[in-house]
């Protein structure tokens, strides 16, 4: 592994340790605002993990597509096939496993056999959301890595110009900007999944993973994907970061400017979204090359490193292991109470206080799946997808 891979590493381990720990605090009714998600219009820290994610995912697969040399081969294409299918049915089922054991816990208060419950719990996909992170990962990466080995390379960024200037036409003509069911997004996401596959925000059917926003999140993708490209060519390390600080700041300056007309929105992707968020990754990408390549200051990363070489895997099972948690009820004072509930109102919440409790559990549950990725790390287990 190279030093550069080893900075992309570092920054991918930072956004999976920090989709962790804002999606599994102790108590939602305790969080503090940096840890939350704006409500709408806005940019808070917690929304930069998921876009930082997906320019990193970019990055990698610029790398990754170099080995196949940009080929439109039937190789390439099954690659591409196989992992988006592969992510798409894991986030999918991920979904599936949360509402089953919900489904059968709820079924206990039924005076049900254990078979029959199980069967109900387990067939019950009325209202299955469809959508979701690994979902849009899935298909962000499937298209742009579709465009990536079908276009030529120098044609990309005005595929991602022209691509977000359409969809902002989308949102401002169809009422993309406002948080109702008239939203252009609602009425697509509604007609092509159905009202009841979708995520509720605020009693409205918008689903801030859905179908049609997965589109601006494809040129999320390519601008990482063209930052690799510029990574790959550059000469020395000097020529990396000076490629990538001029581009973060070009996108975010773009970014804050074009705000006045296009508001910067995670929940709906806008395009000012996408250009501010890849700028600050660039520019963070850039810094960390700085501190790890050029400085030579590399053991402090080590903790976001063991993250950072198997992400979707330690993602996939910190999503499970939450699920479990919060599902695995038992009997305690008289009251049923989760293991979540348990860790959270009986130890920290009364030892520490609501906010500081519920980010202490928080952090507590980063660590136990560090735990897991640091194994994977030392013993040099990397699970591909």
Known sequence: ???????????????????????????WGAV?????????????????????FMFIMGVSMYLSLRKFDFAPAKQTFMKILKRTVIIFLIGLAVVWFSRSLRTF??????????FNRLLRAVTNVEGLRIMGVMQRLALSYGFAALVAVTVKHKFIPYIIGAVLAGY??????????????TNILSVIDRAVLGASHLYTDAGVKLDPEGLASTIPAICHVLIGFCCGKALAVAKDNREKMLKL????????????????????NK????????????????????LLIWIVDEKGYKRWGVFFESFGVNPLFIYTQATVLAILLGNIVFPYDGHPVSVTGFMYQIVLQPLLGDYPGSLAFALLFVGVNWTVGNILYKKQIYIKV
């Open 1 to 27: 592994m190279t030093n550069r891979l080893k900075s992309l590493d570092i920054l991918r381990g930072l956004t999976i340790a920090g989709m962790i720990l804002v999606n599994n605090p102790g108590s």
């Open 32 to 52: 503090y605002a940096p840890l939350r998600h704006a409500s709408w219009h806005g940019l808070t820290p917690t929304d930069l993990v998921f876009p930082f």
């Open 168 to 181: 902002f036409l989308l949102l401002a003509l169809g009422n993309g900007f406002e948080l109702s069911e």
């Open 105 to 114: 816990r709820q079924l206990s208060e039924e005076e049900l056999g254990f």
């Open 245 to 264: 600080f001029i581009t973060g700041a070009c996108l975010t300056f773009a970014g804050f400017l074009l705000a006045y007309g296009c508001p910067v």
């Open 267 to 286: 929940k709906i992707w806008s395009p000012t979204f996408v250009l501010l968020t890849c700028g600050l990754a660039a520019t963070l990408l850039a």
